[in-house]
């Protein structure tokens, strides 16, 4: 085996990825491949949470593996996969829902933001949401987990369990580190620059889709929220165009000093304008070739299939300790199928 540090991450099938989690989280798993041992999950499991049309669950599942493969992950070098392909992660969640108290879930800030949304139908499962992530990062004895900030307390409660497990038997699981990226690197609503850009805004302007249009894009940047200041600059006051800046910046790997110099005494329209293009310009490949692969599905089930092999084979290493730890019987024999 190789002496490379474990990564491990996922992004729920909800919908069709925005720009945001493209700049934030995709574009550095690109990054991270070829240093690290990385695994990249489809979360299909965490997505039935909240209640899903099972026909859009099925496409959004392709579309974010094809989104994964077209963004420049190879499924040479990283395991890519689908969660319910593999059943260790469903094992080990029951096994780690019995070192997990009621009162740290109830504690955790996504849950009661999630619950608040879907009042008179939480569900267990939405409760218990976290363990499941757990599970899937113990379970590859991961030591780097990238997540945005929102994740932060899952990383923690990830921690604390681990460590309980450690303590309870003998040293078990890697202790993983979160690996959030700097402030600065979240890319907010074109509608509402104090929130982040989500799909599941009700306001369509407010996110790009990676599957959108030139047009769309165009018309999005446009009608982007700024301020009446006029001026391209970086500061507190002027949230819209930060964001901007933040968009620009990302792509092109230039200074914001540097950007904001290049548009002294130009308006809006031609800043908003610029952005669009260099985001038309950077999501027209990956569109393409998310398109391609989604009218492939037999490359698709390929790397898929070939991801959950090698997932398996980490996964079950890690269950089978666990289950011996805790005082199940070895199963030595085979089940007929
Ligand atoms: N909860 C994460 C999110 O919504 C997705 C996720 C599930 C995840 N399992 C994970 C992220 C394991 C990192 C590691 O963004």
Redesign the pocket.
Known sequence: MSDKKII?????PSGSLTLGNYLG?LKNFVNLQEEYNCYY?V?DM?AITVPKEPKELRKNTLQVLANYIAVGLDPDKSTLFI?SHVPAHAELAWILNCFTYFGELGRMT?FKDKSKKNEGNITVGLFD??V??VA??LLYQ?DL????E??RQ??EITRDIAQRFNNRFSPTFTVPEPYIPKVGAKIMSLQDPTIKMSKSDTNENSFILLSDSPDDIRRKFKRAVTDSLGVVAINEEQLGIKNLLGIYTKITGEKIEDIVSRYEGKGYAEFKSDVADLVIEELKPIREKSEYLLKNKDYLEEIYAKGAQKAENAARKTLRKVQKKVGFIPKTFKIQQ
């Open positions: 491990f991450s996922g992004i729920q989280a999950c979360v965490h969660q996504q949401y976290p499941l992530m899937d990062i991961a987990v990238p997540v945005g929102d994740q899952h990383l």
